[in-house]
């Protein structure tokens, strides 16, 4: 989830006031942050899906600074729609018809099926085992919570004499720190999180499918969890492990009950599966992976049908892959119509539980993989954490690190184009997104997308294809190849978009028309000299960077480890006759330009270094080569 979260920062904005009108795409009639007033509408709030309502989640909020989706605890019959989302997404074929919308529709329809089929008819039993698990998970915390209580106050009362002795002295010690001697409420959490390491690795040895587990785990997960955000906060030990033993039950629940909960929504599927003529996922030795990276809005789902080409190109049967797009789950959390002229915020109103149920498919992804029952995947989504650019982990963060062979597709979109289509989906599809916000995400997908692109391309372990795709076309054109290649070689077609990647990272989140972009960038840094970091990076960090033109395929420089290997100056001047390729070329080459008396080598092409078969690009490029 994103930091700035519209729930967290829903109580900014004035409580009263009615829907704003909409005019366009540059006012597309909904806020960056959510109205106070529509705060209990969100689905992580609402009395028929969670317990605690909206008054009771901003208590705790401010009490532990915890996010408010983590103190919500979810209804069974919420949960049991959680793990059916999950699994219809991870375990069945959906078709994805011809029009973008079907997934969605295919997707919902098979949820209702299975819902009013299997489903509902057993929710008594789901509520009961929901009941069960809760009351194990209590007693766990209870006993815990019980046995370091009565450690504490031992302690505390063979030391209070001697801290009398010392009351005089200056720096007066906290009433927290006073009560909390013998087990602080710090060591406690230690203690927990240790627990929980060993009930996991148990879990984990003892492994079933299908198995929920020791309830240990999800239970002493909790408990350090809650026990460190009340560390300083509570008056003494007991009234922390008071407030600690309702929460943290609440917090174990949205994990352990959960699972139990998913055992028996997943005998429902393989019913649904028999009787429905649903297709089951068949496990892949090796796994495709293919992952779709770019802003909100940047047409990443309209890739599918050439993706789809794809695979068959490469012999993989297309329904054999699990379609991975939260987005279509978003119509089942919440009714839009029911939400009359505020409809324009439902996306925003199930945006935390489905970041949520998000993280949920990559942990139950993950089991699958750990037991061998890894699927082929598509994965078209945007998040946060799918651009984090602070570490080398970035490469074990994805889903795609489960895939033998892995294809990225990035896409390169211009933030007026972003707001256009956004607004368009709006129209069509009803999900609206604030112009500042589609700004926001499209600077946080373009700072990150380098790191992402050469952590996964410098692997060795897997082959890994990646793709940049130039998205600046007409509504049912395909895109531009802007760059492709494997692992560390890279074929760079289209130098100024490849610019682009760090040009949009400047773009001003406040503008309100097209013409205000980048009126805070200033003209110098505008300049193309000034958008080379990439492509430095590129050349530095990658085994060969080839350059050619988009058009024709015709190679003009090779760099190897860094350093020019090979230049043909005649297609070289034809390249730095425009702005952009001259800025990149004096910025990785050096030196390269005053070749002009070097002889001329025969003209290359990149289908001399690379065969056919191994170009596996979705976009257009090279279509003016020489027969």
Same mark, same amino acid.
Request: proline share 0%; aromatic share 8%.
């Given at each position: 989830m994103p930091d700035t979260s519209p729930m967290l920062d829903a109580g900014r904005m004035p409580a009263g006031g009615t829907p704003e009108a909409a005019d366009g795409p540059w006012n597309p009639g909904v806020k960056s942050r959510l109205p106070a007033r529509l705060l209990p509408l969100s689905t992580i709030f609402r009395p028929e899906n969670?317990?605690? *309502?909206?008054?009771?989640?901003?208590?705790?909020?401010?009490?532990? *600074?915890?996010d408010f989706s983590e103190m919500v605890c979810f209804r069974p019959e919420r949960l049991a729609l959680h793990e059916l989302l999950i699994r219809v997404t991870a375990d069945l074929w959906v078709s994805d018809g011809s029009r973008y919308e079907d997934l969605g529709i295919n997707f919902r329809s098979m949820i209702a099926t299975i819902l009013a089929r299997y489903v509902d008819p057993d929710m008594g039993r789901i509520a009961n085992a929901y009941n069960e698990s809760r009351e194990a998970l209590r007693a766990i915390i209870s006993q815990a919570l019980a046995s370091a209580t009565e450690t504490t106050s031992a302690v505390a009362s063979r030391q209070r004499g001697l801290r009398s002795l010392f009351a005089s002295r200056a720096g007066r010690r906290s009433a927290v720190e006073r009560e909390d001697d013998g087990m602080s409420l710090l060591h406690f959490a230690d203690e927990c999180e240790k627990t929980a390491a060993e009930a996991d690795a148990a879990n984990h040895a003892s492994a079933v499918v299908g198995d929920a587990g020791d309830p240990r785990a999800a239970a002493f997960r909790a408990l350090a969890r809650i026990c460190r955000a009340l560390y300083g906060k509570v008056g003494g030990w007991r009234t922390a492990s008071e407030l600690a033993a309702s929460v943290a039950t609440d917090l174990a629940c949205n994990e352990y009950c959960a699972r139990q909960i998913g055992r028996l929504i997943e005998q429902h599927v393989l019913e649904a599966v028999r009787r429905e003529g649903y297709r089951l996922l068949p496990h892949r030795d090796p796994a495709v992976v293919m992952n779709t990276k770019g802003p909100s809005a940047s047409g990443k789902s309209t890739l599918r049908p050439l993706q789809h080409a794809l695979a068959d190109r490469i012999g993989a049967d297309w329904r054999d892959f699990a379609l991975i797009s939260p987005d279509i789950w978003r119509k089942q959390l919440i009714d839009y119509a029911s939400l009359g002229a505020d409809?324009?915020?439902g996306g925003m109103l199930t945006a935390e539980e489905l970041a949520i149920i998000d993280r949920k498919l990559d942990r139950y992804v993950e089991a699958k993989a750990e037991q061998g029952?890894?699927?082929?995947?598509?994965i078209d989504r945007f998040r946060f954490g799918s651009f984090l650019f602070q570490s080398e982990r970035t490469g074990d963060q994805l889903l795609s690190r489960f895939g033998q062979v892995v294809y990225f597709f990035f896409m390169i979109t211009p933030p007026d184009a972003l707001v256009e289509r956004a607004w368009k989906r709006g129209l069509e599809l009803g999900r609206y997104k604030a112009v500042d916000d589609i700004l926001a995400h499209s600077i946080e997908a373009y700072s990150g997308m380098p790191h992402l692109f050469l952590t996964w391309a410098r692997r060795t372990d897997k082959m890994v294809h990646f793709e940049f795709l130039d998205n600046s076309v007409e509504l049912g054109q395909a895109p531009r190849t802007v760059a492709f290649g494997w692992n560390g070689q890279v074929f760079v077609l289209d130098v100024k978009c490849m610019m682009d990647v760090v040009r949009y990272r400047k773009v001003n989140v406040d503008a309100t028309a097209p013409a205000q972009?980048?009126?805070?960038?200033?003209?110098?840094?505008?300049k193309p000299e000034h958008s080379t970091e990439f492509l430095l990076q590129c050349v530095r960090q990658l085994h060969e960077v080839t350059f050619a033109d988009q058009a024709t395929g015709r190679l003009y420089l090779r760099i190897e480890e860094g350093r020019p290997i090979w230049v043909d100056t005649d297609a070289m001047a034809a390249a730095v006759s425009e702005p952009h390729t001259r800025a990149a070329v004096l910025a990785v080459a050096p030196g390269v330009l005053d070749r002009s008396g070097s002889p001329r080598p025969a003209q290359q092409y990149v289908f001399d270094l690379l065969p056919p078969d191994r170009i596996r690009t979705l976009g257009s490029w090279g279509r003016e080569r020489p027969a």
């Open positions: 969670v317990f605690a *309502g909206v008054e009771r989640v901003k208590e705790l909020h401010d009490l532990t *600074g915890l409809h324009r915020y029952r890894m699927t082929h995947l598509l972009l980048f009126s805070d960038a200033g003209e110098q840094a505008m």
